[in-house]
């Protein structure tokens, strides 16, 4: 059937993958019999019931089977799928599969077999962004998106609300986002928010708003100080909370739900429900708060969600739970309490409580770790499905997992390498079950990373035991104050995390090098191999500068691809 949906898609992903040829591949084959990609076809399973637009929502089937001629012949390469979804995750699939083989002068299929089948392991593959502590713009949020893409992640959770600020703007209460937020244009309109449902929609992705209370609420005060309560430690904003016994915080609390819940189509609603402090509220209060608010997400029909606190401390009660439950609104609990076994622990009660749990204990990016790390962990996800079986439970109330990137230390000159490469090892656990060595499969999605224009992603995931990405990708503050230092936006950046790894490492930088338009080529943590690094700049006609040292014992070092007058500048004694 005829899709606009499929031919946007296909579209995109072609263009991502075909124009230009990616001079290096991590799955690129020297196998002169690997099957040519020289057309596609899409086929929809017979019992798919889903029509040829999607709607993209849990539990949409996504499995899909790619097949291809045996040999170099000609012949389609054919992808079927459950739904147009499951059409759209083997697009994306054949495109991280296909390596360009100068041998042969074409785009070559580089997969150990075929068919080739996937079905998700997870129903919610999940990336939640806070843009409260730092704003994100569109083209950051899209940038994202297309990213997400590329890791068959399905729902994007925006934490668009927090203590900091409060960038949403209402209707119902406009006075939220203009005394609320950063600047009047760190602000997100309906027409940005349908933007972005739109952007995520055409990539097979939910989006799915979170507007944290009754703590977390510090920009509410910014607007109307008596909706706000200060702790007695009143400078720890994110220990405000709302004043609970104001006429005002009731009448804005029921619009806030009711006009969010009608700008975001999503089924979810996430309520916040976190870090509650006994100084600003009682726990009956608190639980009455909780109560009302479920109450009313249910109301203006959506499943409402909460963070582990609610359920620990009883503030999700048991009425409540009920209540949505009797609705056909299931609450959900989502983990996050990564010590002492406490994200486990939240996994069982909600299993008890007969709530549905989204697992993210274990899962902040934030944190520091390598990608290495953040794959060989346990497997939380793997944890919750046993734990649902050993309590007798369906494992289907077990949604999922969801990686959680807070931006209190993290904006945009560091966002990405926050972000990726490690955000592909957790998506490929959400994805498949844990394998031996995911590298190749997170190498292959870093290089379609590389495509959606995040170049530095691939570079660390070549060396999974690299460097921690809570180091890259940041120009030091004091060098973005130097007088006459173009704004970081100016400049054409790219980060990238290697390892000296010998000769044939060097030989892939400098290929990528000459095939990238770049002013500056950023070096993060330099080590003993900075010399190597040096000696190689000089070799391509590049300067190499040292810049400083960090905390880590390492230091920063940029190479210019081209003589630059501010990068001279930058240069420090010794």
């Not at 996504?62 to 499951?86: K, T, W």
């Not at 990213?147 to 934490?159: C, I, R």
């Not at 609450?331 to 697992?359: C, E, F, P, T, Y």
């Not at 000769?503 to 070096?523: A, F, I, P, Y």
Request: with cysteine; charged share 20%; glycine share 8%.
């Amino acid at each position: 059937c005829a899709s606009p949906f499929l031919t946007s898609a296909a579209g995109r992903i072609a263009a991502r993958v075909l124009t230009p040829p990616m001079p290096w591949s991590p799955l690129a084959s020297r196998n002169r019999t690997a099957p040519q990609v020289t057309s596609i076809h899409l086929s929809l399973s017979v019992n798919a019931s889903c029509g040829c637009e999607p709607p993209i929502a849990l539990g949409t089937p996504e499995r899909f089977e790619l097949s291809a001629p045996h040999g170099p012949r000609d012949g389609p390469i054919v992808i079927r799928g459950d739904s147009v979804l499951g059409l759209l995750r083997g697009l994306n699939a054949l495109a991280l599969s296909t390596a360009w083989v100068p041998e042969v002068g074409r785009h070559c299929l580089a997969l150990p077999q075929l068919p080739f089948a996937h079905a998700p392991r997870a129903r919610w593959r999940g990336f939640m962004l806070d843009t409260a502590r730092h704003f994100a713009n569109l083209r950051q949020v899209e940038k994202l998106l297309d990213a997400m893409e590329v890791a068959h992640l399905n729902v994007f959770s925006w934490h668009i609300t927090d203590a900091p600020s409060w960038p949403l703007e209402l209707a119902s209460w406009p006075e939220l986002s203009r005394a609320g937020a950063f600047a009047p244009s760190a602000t997100y309109s309906r027409e940005a928010v349908e933007h972005v449902i739109a952007y995520a929609h055409a990539r097979g992705i939910r989006v799915v708003p979170s507007i944290d209370m009754p703590a977390h609420v510090a920009a509410i005060g910014k607007a109307f100080p008596e909706a706000i309560v200060r702790p007695f430690k009143w400078e720890k904003i994110d220990e405000f909370g709302l004043n609970l016994t104001s006429p005002l915080v009731t009448a804005l609390v029921t619009d806030v739900i009711n006009e969010v819940a009608s700008l975001f189509p999503d089924t979810f609603l996430h309520l916040g429900g976190d870090e509650v402090k006994r100084s600003v509220m009682s726990h009956a209060e608190w639980t009455a708060f909780e109560d009302s608010v479920v109450a009313r997400a249910v109301a203006a029909g959506k499943r409402p969600m909460l963070w582990q606190d609610a359920l620990d401390t009883g503030a999700l009660s048991r009425g409540a739970i009920a209540n949505a439950s009797a609705a056909g609104a299931r609450a959900v609990v989502q983990s996050w309490k990564a010590w002492a076994h406490l994200g486990n622990a939240a996994v069982r009660k909600a299993l008890a409580a007969q709530v549905d749990i989204l697992v993210s204990h274990g899962w902040y990016l934030d944190f520091v770790e390598t990608t290495i790390d953040a794959y060989r962990k346990s497997d939380v996800l793997g944890e919750a499905f046993e734990l649902a079986q050993t309590a007798g439970t369906l494992t289907d109330a077990v949604l999922g997992g969801e990686m959680a990137l807070w931006t209190e230390r993290v904006d945009a000159t560091n966002f990405v390498c926050r972000a990726w490469p490690r955000g592909l090892a957790i998506a490929d656990l959400l994805w498949r079950e844990p394998a031996g060595n995911a590298t190749v499969a997170m190498m292959a999605a870093a290089g379609g990373l590389v495509a959606t224009g995040l170049p530095d992603a691939a570079w660390e995931s070549r060396r999974a035991t690299g460097t921690p990405g809570h180091q890259c990708g940041r120009i030091p503050v004091d060098l973005q104050r130097r007088p006459g230092l173009p704004h970081p936006d100016a400049w054409t950046v790219a980060q990238l995390n290697i390892d000296a790894g010998g000769g044939d490492e060097l030989q892939h930088l400098e290929t990528w090098v000459r095939n990238h338009e770049l002013d500056v080529l950023g070096l993060c943590e330099l080590n003993q191999w900075e010399a190597s690094m040096g000696t190689r700049a000089a070799e391509m006609g590049f300067p190499f500068y040292h810049i400083m040292p960090i905390p880590s014992g390492y230091h920063l070092g940029i190479m210019a691809t081209r003589p630059i007058s501010v990068v001279a500048e930058l240069r420090q004694p010794g």
